[in-house]
């Protein structure tokens, strides 16, 4: 029997109450890296929030409020955006992509 999640995305000014989704915010998330997360998410084994922020958004006090709820933060690594708990994906960065991370994530066991 398949199982279905419950991933959920998110953008501005939306502000979910937290659950046990894993919580992922993606900053300056170009329409490839968006639709390549979207389709792992379907098939994947965990739920996420994923929350999507663009650095023309210009509201720093709700980056600020969902960094609170974020397990995990990543920026693109052309961004101009910088949140001290964040790590960056590009080229020389360790998750080139922002899907590979979800992959990483996904493949941890459940006791880790």
């Known amino acids: 029997m398949e199982t279905l999640t419950e991933s959920r995305f998110i953008t501005y000014p939306t502000v979910l109450d937290k659950t046990t989704s894993h919580t992922v915010i993606l900053i300056d998330a170009n329409a490839s890296d968006a639709k390549f997360v979207e389709i792992f998410l379907k098939s994947s084994k965990k739920n996420y929030d994923v929350y999507f922020y663009e650095h023309d958004t210009y509201d720093l006090e709700w980056l600020n409020h969902i960094a609170k709820l974020a397990d995990k933060i990543l920026i693109n690594n052309d961004s101009k955006v910088t949140v001290t708990s964040a790590d960056r994906w590009g080229p020389d960065q360790e998750f080139q992509a922002p ?13 880790q």
């Open 99 to 111: 899907i590979l991370y979800f992959k990483y994530f996904d493949d941890l066991s459940v006791d």
